[in-house]
């Protein structure tokens, strides 16, 4: 079997452990993980959104069970959703890799380092809530784009602006199977397809840590969980850098997936 595979089973493992306890980062952690491993952003970010297809489908399920969902906020952010996805996955499956991965890697620092000011401010207080199509089509393009933030970008915007966290987590937790499913397809279109042994093992991994995150949400302190995250996502992104100006300065070579 692909040794690349039980790496991507640890991803898996370790991206749902942290999603489960903080109900986000999953995309931002494993694409994190996958391009520290040396997956190119294109492939990184289509195997995580096809095995989020899995996750987010279940998720916004339960959400519309319990009625959590407000679907005219639904029906705002996920046509704008949808189509910034769409266009951030085509510019990352266009692009070469040389240019895009310097450009995800500062991304992802920028978001890890959000992670971290949310953890350390707290709580937002209610402003006017305004924008959502706007909010939907930037966390859409920058979530494909970059391989994860759609839960960062608009969860926490939504509720810094007054909106309930039920009804919040509820309705972005379902747009987020719509936009996953177009991201997915459009990654399919472009790439001609993903490797099935890569999903496969992030799915894997992230079946067997979800009971164990269940039971960690009980008892982590979400802020402090943040903020170890956030400086985790950090610290990945600037190796990221580091080698992306002098590729000599890595160290995980041993563990890097062979190109072709």
């Known amino acids: 079997?692909?040794?690349?595979?039980?790496?991507?089973?640890?991803?898996?493992?370790?991206?749902?452990?942290?999603?489960?306890?903080?109900?986000?980062?999953?995309g931002l952690v494993s694409t994190s993980f996958l391009l520290a491993f040396g997956m190119p952003p294109a492939a990184a970010s289509a195997a995580v959104h096809t095995a989020e297809m899995f996750t987010?489908?279940?998720?916004?399920?339960?959400?519309?069970?319990?009625?959590?969902?407000?679907?005219?906020?639904?029906?705002?952010?996920?046509?704008?959703?949808?189509?910034?996805g769409i266009a951030g996955a085509l510019?990352?499956?266009?692009?070469?890799?040389?240019?895009?991965?310097?450009?995800?890697?500062?991304?992802l620092l920028i978001m890890g380092a959000l992670v971290v000011v949310l953890a350390i401010r707290g709580p937002k207080p209610p402003a006017e809530i305004k924008g959502v199509k706007r909010l939907g089509l930037f966390g859409g393009?920058?979530?494909?784009?970059?391989?994860?933030?759609?839960?960062?970008?608009?969860?926490?915007?939504?509720l810094g602006r007054g909106h309930g966290a039920r009804h919040a987590v509820g309705s972005v937790n379902t747009t987020e199977f719509l936009v996953t499913a177009a991201i997915s397809a459009t990654f399919f279109f472009a790439l001609g397809g993903v490797r099935w042994t890569d999903i496969l093992g992030l799915v894997i991994g992230g079946v067997i840590a979800?009971?164990?995150?269940?039971?960690?949400?009980?008892?982590?302190?979400?802020?402090?969980?943040?903020?170890?995250?956030?400086?985790?996502?950090?610290?990945?992104?600037?190796?990221?850098?580091?080698?992306?100006?002098?590729?000599?300065?890595?160290?995980?070579?041993s563990l890097r997936r062979p190109v072709g």
């Open 56 to 84: 987010t489908g279940a998720s916004g399920a339960a959400h519309i069970w319990r009625r959590n969902v407000k679907w005219n906020l639904v029906w705002q952010l996920a046509p704008a959703g949808i189509a910034g």
């Open 1 to 26: 079997m692909d040794p690349f595979f039980w790496q991507s089973v640890l991803v898996g493992f370790l991206a749902q452990l942290v999603d489960g306890a903080l109900g986000m980062a999953y």
């Open 210 to 253: 979800a009971p164990i995150a269940a039971f960690a949400v009980s008892i982590t302190r979400p802020r402090l969980l943040m903020g170890v995250i956030g400086c985790f996502v950090v610290s990945l992104s600037l190796w990221q850098i580091a080698v992306a100006i002098d590729p000599q300065m890595t160290f995980l070579a």
């Open 141 to 158: 393009f920058l979530d494909a784009a970059g391989g994860g933030g759609w839960g960062p970008i608009v969860t926490t915007t939504l």
């Open 91 to 107: 510019v990352v499956s266009y692009l070469p890799v040389s240019i895009m991965k310097p450009i995800v890697s500062a991304y």
